[in-house]
């Protein structure tokens, strides 16, 4: 078991995520704005309002805080959607009312749109959403986190069924309701829309196929033992029909896709909604003080978990933002230096060259600014790590507090997005380098030309007068590439060399998988001969290639000269190359040369690419030819 009661994971997200508040923005109908308090006094107030307002500027205005305050009653005409972006992009803090519209039942359209808004904006954003909830017996603030929920995600594929179950189902209920008048109702009650959602989130393939059993369904089991026997129903088939009942009432409410890394959690009172740009909870007004919501964000932060390297990430953000000027400052006195970078910015002359040394100059300053501020940033990562550390003398369950469980499982996968990383980054140039990784016909080749000679237009290729005049750029340049085998083959081609040389007998060969096989090529990962790249950006595999055809590393490397044209200048969306191989006919003194496309789909860091390029340099130029053995 994890002791928790000595990991305290609160003042580490205050840290990142609470002081760095600076402004904070609340859109309320009932509270007073400077505009309505000048025009209509505050006799057109509730008390109670402006006391709950006053206390918010108390807050703020805590020597803790020192937030800068705005108040908004969400009834402005130019609190449109595009102008509620705008006005808080830079704002920190959101406290929102959820019903802007008067009332205080129902979904709220104008809130759920802010949010919305928010969560795709691109900047960051807390949101405390402050509300009374839903009136009426059964209303909640629960419900205002189910209208959230529900407005952020794709509506589920189980909300339909075919027409003729669904007439089954209302012809069974229909005898049901005779002997029970309010059945209907009683199942689609039974189970709370909370935790339908719940079951949604974490158990939806099994809620679809019926195989799911869960405490959920306790009441609903007990209403269906009850079923009169005459009455052909099946509970896997009730169970979906009330799913869908009690989704319909947001048929029109779900989003027309779920919003990027969407997740979202609820323990005891404390709830949580993540996308990608925005975290938010659900807090009571008549439950919790305004005063409490810095630590009522805490708890649904601490509820929520976040990965530390995401604390991490936002304090070296909020670095930037309070030291960024001051390290600025420190790197562009070092006038030597930055002419000298500005100079190689200046020497590109087209738009892909000034790409590529944009990016180059760019990776300088933010190395430059990594230096500036890591001290305080490495400080605040050692002792969260000292602090993680406490969960557990095991590392393993310190990982498995903030690592889903599914991750830590496949250690294969891990391994090889580590190396991956290690070994290979995004590409940087506009033309073709040393380290380059091309697909040709779904081959890999990694270019090993050294960089001097790939740099495009410093060289004419052609001796003759009649090319003198011909652009450089528009010359074939000379390129040697050395063909990549896919680590698994090339396990499978040092196995078989291994059975042959001992006359092992194929039923004697042990069987492996491809996970077995995947492990055994991990094992070679330090020989030498191997890389790990990730060819699709969009898709989250990597592929493991071995640079020579058996994956001892024993045979030669498969070089071969290419062609490419405009000097191995490629458009940086596409990434494509026109290729020319040429190779001596079957008779005759005459060279066949044949066209392919290729795509430069990864690129080596430079340290791995000089190094294979110093096998590839000893493999041509072995000696021992005449030697007797």
């Known amino acids: 078991m994890r002791n928790n009661m000595e990991f305290d994971y609160k003042p580490f997200l205050k840290q990142a995520y609470i002081d760095p508040i600076r402004t904070v923005t609340v859109i309320d109908d009932e509270y007073p704005t400077l505009d309505a308090l000048v025009t209509k006094g505050r006799d057109d107030f509730n008390s109670e309002d402006i006391n709950r307002l006053s206390e918010i500027i108390a807050v703020s205005r805590d020597i803790k805080y020192n937030w800068l305050l705005d108040v908004y009653d969400g009834e402005e005409d130019k609190l449109s959607i595009d102008n509620v972006s705008s006005r808080l992009h830079h704002s920190d803090l959101l406290i929102l009312d959820y019903h802007l519209d008067g009332e205080d039942e129902g979904f709220c359209q104008k809130s759920i749109n802010i949010i919305k808004n928010l969560s795709n904006n691109r900047h960051f954003n807390i949101v405390a959403v402050h509300t009374k909830g ?12 189910t209208d959230i929920i529900v407005s952020l995600q794709a509506k589920p594929a189980l909300a339909s069924l075919p027409p003729t179950l669904l007439k089954l189902v209302n012809d069974a209920l229909d005898l049901w309701e005779i002997e029970e008048p309010n059945i209907r109702e009683k199942l689609i009650h039974s189970i709370p829309k909370i935790d339908l959602l719940l079951l949604l989130k974490n158990h939806e393939t099994e809620l679809k196929n019926g195989s799911l ?23 896997k088939l009730l169970i979906k029909w009330v799913c869908i009942e009690i989704l319909k009432e947001y048929d ?16 005891g009172e404390t709830t949580w909604v993540k996308t990608e740009d925005l975290f938010l909870t659900v807090i009571g007004k008549k439950q919790t003080p305004v005063s ?14 976040p990965h530390p390297h995401k604390l991490i990430l936002s304090k070296l953000r909020n670095e930037i933002e309070s030291k960024g000027v001051s390290a600025s400052s420190n790197i562009l006195n070092k006038k030597y230096l930055q002419a000298a970078w500005l100079k190689e910015l200046l020497k590109a002359e087209n738009n892909s060259e000034i790409q590529t040394a944009a990016w180059s100059t760019i990776s300088k300053l933010w190395e ?24 557990e003398t095991d590392q393993q369950s310190a990982l498995n507090y903030f690592v889903d469980t599914k991750v830590m499982e496949s250690e294969v996968e891990q391994i090889l997005h580590a190396n991956c990383f290690s070994c290979s980054r995004t590409i940087t140039t506009h033309h073709i380098i040393t380290g380059h990784i091309i697909e040709i016909n779904n081959n890999y080749w990694l270019c090993l030309t050294p960089i001097c000679d790939l740099v495009p237009g410093q060289k004419n290729i052609y001796h003759s007068f009649k090319a003198q005049d011909i652009n450089p750029f528009d010359q074939l340049m000379p390129v040697t590439l050395v063909q990549m085998f896919d680590a698994k083959e090339a396990l499978k081609s040092t196995r078989d060399s291994m059975i042959r040389s001992l006359k092992i007998a194929p039923e004697n060969v042990p069987f492996f998988s491809d996970n077995d096989l995947m492990i055994q090529v991990i094992e070679h990962s330090t020989s030498n001969n191997m890389i790990f790249i990730k060819p699709n950006k969009n898709v989250d595999e990597i592929k493991v290639l071995s640079f020579t055809v058996g994956i001892d590393g024993k045979a030669n490397p498969k070089a071969k ?3 490419v044209e405009k000097q191995g200048i490629f458009n940086i969306e596409d990434r494509k190359l026109k290729l020319y191989s040429a190779q001596p006919c079957e008779k005759g003194l005459e060279l066949k040369i044949t066209p392919m496309e290729g795509t430069v789909v990864a690129e080596l860091r430079y340290e791995y690419a000089l190094n294979l390029l110093g096998r590839l340099g000893v493999s041509k130029s072995r000696v021992g030819l005449d030697f007797i053995n």
């Not at 989003?255 to 890394?261: D, N, R, V, Y």
């Not at 919501?293 to 509820?303: D, R, T, V």
């Not at 002792?383 to 406490?390: E, R, W």
């Open 213 to 235: 059993t869960h405490e959920f369904f306790d009441e609903f089991s007990s209403i269906y033992d009850e079923k009169p026997e005459e009455i052909n129903l099946g509970k």
């Open 368 to 391: 430059e600014l990594a230096t500036e501020i890591k001290y305080e940033l490495g400080a605040f990562t050692a002792n969260l790590v000292n602090k993680i550390k406490l969960l």
């Open 134 to 145: 839903y009136t009426g017996e059964k209303g909640s603030v629960n419900d205002v986190f």
């Open 252 to 267: 029109d409410k779900f989003s027309l896709e779920t919003a990027k890394h969407f997740d979202w959690g609820k323990n």
């Open 292 to 305: 409490e919501i810095p630590n009522k964000l805490l708890e649904a932060m601490e509820s929520w978990r």
């Open 561 to 563: 000269d290419f062609y």
